[in-house]
């Protein structure tokens, strides 16, 4: 039981440059999202899903799509990266949507030149 | 979800008890009280979480008030390892929404 895997753990990328983080869980949990946190600041919630074939958006969403297209993964992808998208990300899980602790991936920590 | 207020940084001496306080004046009835910390930018660590009895596990105490508007995480017997930023977020079952949290610091 591997619990929120994310890769790949650093990525340096060019304005412009598209790439997909990974992030895969092994607890059969149907919530998953993303975050990304800027030095100093908190956690921000991008997007996040409830469930296979549904997600939404959270705060900070422009720049970013996402896809579910099974429980276990949830990819978000950046089309075009901006220096102002140079930050760590994290991925997390839940059980269900509801009063249940989210486990949370190790990050991946992008920088865009 | 309800707004909180954290302190921004606290120190407690190695082996004493740390106690971080958290308001939620606007907290509503459904909303549980979940504490999380991060140490170095690692991925954010679930401690406790209550609704409004007192809930203790393996790492930590929570201190729900009567009212709900308040509460206090303990940490009984504070190590090094304490050291990290603390998160008081409210949850009615939807998304977690992360502030700024507390900064303990954990003195040798």
């Known amino acids: 039981n591997a619990g929120v895997t994310q890769t790949p753990k650093f990525q340096v990328l060019k304005t412009g440059q598209s790439m997909t983080l990974q992030c895969a869980q092994d607890m059969n949990h149907e919530y998953m999202s993303w975050y990304r946190q800027d030095p100093g600041m908190g956690l921000r919630l991008i997007h996040y899903s409830v469930g296979a074939g549904i997600t939404d958006q959270g705060e900070v969403p422009n720049g970013y799509n996402v896809s579910r297209s099974t429980t276990e993964d949830f990819p978000l992808r950046l089309l075009s990266a901006a220096p102002s998208q140079t930050s760590v990300y994290f991925c997390a899980s839940t059980l269900v949507w509801g009063n249940t602790e989210a486990f949370f991936g190790q990050g991946t920590r992008l920088t865009v030149v | 979800d309800a707004k909180t207020t954290q302190p921004p940084s606290m120190d407690c001496a190695e082996g004493r008890a740390a106690n971080l306080p958290c308001n939620h004046s606007?907290?509503?009835?459904?909303?549980?009280v979940y504490w999380y910390r991060q140490i170095h930018s690692q991925g954010p660590q679930y401690i406790i979480h209550g609704l409004k009895n007192n809930e203790t596990n393996e790492m930590a105490s929570l201190i729900i008030t009567e009212d709900r508007k308040s509460s206090t995480l303990i940490l009984p017997h504070a190590t090094l390892r304490d050291t990290a930023v603390y998160y008081c977020i409210v949850r009615a079952g939807g998304q977690f929404y992360f502030g700024t949290g507390t900064s303990l610091t954990v003195i040798p």
């Open positions: 606007t907290i509503s009835g459904n909303e549980y």
